[in-house]
């Protein structure tokens, strides 16, 4: 697969963006979904900030109160033998590490915006900033599906009674409509078509099961929007493969001839994350056509490898030019990166399995 990264990479570093909150830092803008609004690019970044902490013993996890509107801080000390401290993601209990009980950093989203698609400016504020309980340890991961003359938002939205996927709309990247939460807890990696498909919109989603089954993709149809049913099992994790822990749904899905194009990342128990590509049935999106066996893009350059949490690429967007996809990709949840690739390439790799 020839993938071309851009020179500029990464496009977006932590440095660039000023934290909103006083005494934290940034310490991630990441995972982007994309949108084309006004001819200009815009990212929806997932900036994540962090309390700095003086002392390398204390690790203080940020909750915020969407009621009162305070941010409120508790402290963990490092040696504490009741606590694992390992991943520098989350806060877990020691005799309970399938779970965590906090996040490190609170996470919300910020609008990038660019004439040229590689160089951006960073809004001075949150477009998207918790805005209900669901949301106290923060907002993830967006994705952003153009419908007609409406862009919808879905996320990640974080809190003690778990990950559930939430939607708004917007017209101005101003302003933006509540729709609710679209998937109940654990889920995770929502895209939404661009279109309805013989009447009913489609989204894939990602549940994350404990008792039984694996982290894989499934598929919806919704007559509006807001409620989702006729869920089925669309793609499973592959044991002996890069997918092997855990796959979910990457880049808004491309309308091709071929099919759907589908890219998504899958990851390896030790958290390896690489995108793959899967074509679904243009008139059935519930019937898979083709999947790469081999990943289309990996962790290689150094900003992919090294950060906050390496080894990872996760795209959430991307535009299409002809055969031409410029995907934007958070790098090692640390920093977004572009790169290009050809859309028949991957349609290619896909067929060959
Ligand atoms: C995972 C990672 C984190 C994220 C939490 C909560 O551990 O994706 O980045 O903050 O889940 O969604």
Redesign the pocket.
């Known amino acids: 697969m020839k993938i071309e990264r851009f020179i500029e990479n990464p496009l977006i570093t932590p440095a660039d963006v000023k934290p909103l909150h006083e005494g934290y830092e940034v310490i991630g803008a990441f995972?982007g979904g994309v949108a084309e609004y006004n001819g200009e690019v815009l990212l929806l970044l997932r900036v994540?900030e962090r309390p700095i902490s003086e002392d390398p013993n204390i690790i203080k996890a940020p909750v915020y109160d969407t009621g009162t509107k305070q941010m409120k801080i508790v402290e963990f000390d490092y040696n504490d033998p009741d606590y694992d401290f390992e991943?520098p993601?989350?806060i877990r209990k020691k005799d309970k590490l399938d779970s965590?009980i906090y996040?490190t950093?609170l996470?919300y989203i910020r609008i990038a915006r660019s004439k040229d698609g590689h160089h951006f400016m960073i809004d001075d504020d949150a477009f998207l900033y918790p805005f209900n309980e669901y949301q106290s340890?923060?907002i993830?991961?967006a994705r952003c599906t153009k419908i007609d003359d409406t862009y919808y938002i879905n996320f990640?939205s974080?809190s003690p009674v778990g990950?559930c996927d939430s939607l708004v709309s917007t017209k101005d990247f101003k302003n933006y409509q509540d729709l609710g939460n679209i998937f109940a807890p654990e889920n995770?990696d929502v895209l939404i078509f661009p279109e309805k498909i013989n009447d009913n919109y489609y989204a894939l989603h990602r549940p994350s099961l404990k008792s039984i089954g694996n982290y894989d993709i499934w598929i919806a149809s919704s007559p509006d929007l807001v409620s989702w049913g006729n869920h089925k099992h669309l793609l499973g994790i592959r044991k002996t493969e890069w997918d092997s822990g855990r796959i979910g749904g990457g880049l808004v899905p491309v309308k091709t001839k071929a099919g759907w194009l589908v890219i998504y990342h899958g990851a390896t128990s030790e958290h390896r994350y690489c995108m793959g590509a899967v074509l679904l049935d243009l008139n059935d999106p519930t019937k898979v056509i083709a999947r790469s066996q081999k990943p289309i893009m990996e962790p290689e350059a150094e900003y992919e490898k090294n950060g906050f949490?390496g080894d990872v690429v996760f795209g959430c967007g991307g535009i299409v030019d002809e055969d031409r996809l410029t995907m934007y990709y958070g790098v090692a949840?640390t920093s977004m990166a572009g790169c290009t690739l050809s859309i028949s390439e991957i349609i290619q790799q896909a067929k060959e399995g």
């Open positions: 995972n994540a991943d993601r989350m965590f996040l950093s996470s340890y923060g993830e991961d990640s974080v990950v995770k949490f949840d």
